[in-house]
């Protein structure tokens, strides 16, 4: 019985590997790293990339050499006596450190950085002469590859532009390229140092001469690129002029880790661009259409708002009742106001009752005694209590006369 042919199994691809400079293993602690990670490094133009294999074609990290302050051999903390591995990369926003597989690995990787940052190569590292013969062939695919692009501190900005960006962002560099004004294909540079306290701001000239930029200062100088012309103000200021340069590297492309299940390695993949979406089943629930807002019934109107005479409310209450007991009257036009009730204190001593009035006597009546037409009651009081008072001196008289008979 004859069984069914398989397909024939097409190979993959093979993605072409990284052209770099120089690459091999190298261990890393950046900034923020507690310890020492190992990857697979390489070196292209003026980027160091950091891959988790040597079969990855998609770098995990990367380091950009534009920023370049500096090469340091550094001895392991806590320990005075340098093996001859460790070196340290300074760069304007940080310092990193690399430990290498041998001191040759150390040298190396060394010479190929500042033959790269400083396009000349090394003469003070521990290099054999096939180590500087590799140097000088990177040194001329640099160089080639620089005359072909523009550097990265060139901006299309005239020169206020150029100087409002040097004051705003002293932190990116010193050092801009620009178009200038004497020609289409002649540039300025613009340098901005702080003397004293007090800012310098200058301007050079650079005229197209052929296929070189001739810079234009006391003794012309001849540069075959423009990124030649940003390295002789670099070189010849000692490095205190640095080229601008704003952070905006982003990556353009999404990609993550994924471990491959055939050989159990960890691969970079960049998934495929999105599509419209997936399309549903045929036989599933048809979606709703879109409800549109003509379909809707139109909302009843508002109800006009009220008037601004109608907001304003201001009451009026009830005239009060006249009581004459400690209180007084109240005007009907005055604001009421109303105020708290006072708890009536007990007297501290008991009141006296009041003293009643004695009968006067008869028949002797006086001016006095009389109540004149229209008296109030108390004259009528004050009348009684005098003729009390004269009733009891003729007593008193008629006594004393008595005794003296």
Request: charged share 25%; net charge neutral.
């Amino acid at each position: 019985m004859a069984s069914a042919l398989n397909p024939p199994r097409v190979p993959k691809p093979k993605v072409p590997q990284p052209s770099h400079y120089h690459e091999s293993f190298l261990e890393k602690k950046g900034p923020y790293d507690r310890d020492y990670r190992k990857f697979w490094t390489g070196l292209q133009g003026l980027t160091i990339y950091f891959y988790n294999s040597n079969r990855d074609i998609q770098p995990l990290e990367k380091l950009d050499l534009r920023t370049f302050v500096k090469l340091t051999d550094e001895a392991p903390r806590g320990s005075m006596w340098d093996p001859g591995i460790h070196f340290s990369l300074v760069l304007r926003d940080q310092d990193v450190k690399f430990k290498a597989e041998s001191l040759e690995s150390r040298e190396m990787w060394k010479g190929f950085i500042l033959t790269v940052v400083e396009l000349c190569v090394p003469s003070n590292l521990t290099l054999l002469p096939g180590h500087l013969y590799m140097m000088a062939e990177i040194l001329a695919r640099e160089e080639a590859r620089r005359a072909l692009e523009v550097p990265s501190c060139f901006l299309k900005v005239n020169r206020v532009d150029a100087q409002l960006l040097l004051e705003r962002y002293p932190e990116c560099g010193n050092l801009l390229l620009r178009p200038s004004g004497a020609g289409a294909d002649s540039v300025s540079v613009t340098t901005r140092q702080v003397f004293n306290g007090k800012p310098v701001v200058r301007h050079y000239k650079v005229k197209r001469e052929g296929s070189n930029y001739v810079i234009d200062v006391e003794d012309p100088f001849s540069c075959s690129s423009l990124d030649a012309v940003v390295n002789y103000f670099v070189s010849r200021t000692k490095r205190e002029l640095v080229p601008f340069l704003l952070d905006d590297d982003y990556e353009k492309v999404l990609g993550y880790v994924e471990a491959d299940k055939e050989s159990g390695e960890s691969v970079w993949v960049a998934p495929s661009a999105p599509g419209p979406g997936p399309t549903p089943p045929a036989n599933g629930p048809k979606p709703l259409p879109p409800v549109s807002n003509q379909d809707k019934p139109p909302l009843p109107p508002l109800p006009p708002p009220p008037s601004q005479e109608e907001n304003y409310v201001t009451p009026i209450g009830d005239a009060p009742t006249v009581d004459y007991e400690n209180q007084d009257v109240i005007s009907p036009s005055r604001p009421i106001v109303l105020k708290p009730k006072k708890l009536a204190r007990l007297p501290a001593k008991l009141l006296k009752p009041p003293i009643a009035p004695r009968p006067e006597p008869k028949g002797n009546s006086s001016d006095l005694t009389r109540k004149p037409p229209g008296s109030s009651s108390q004259d009528l009081l004050l009348t009684t209590r005098l003729g009390d008072v004269t009733a009891e001196l003729e007593e008193k008289l008629q006594r004393r006369r008595a005794l003296q008979q």
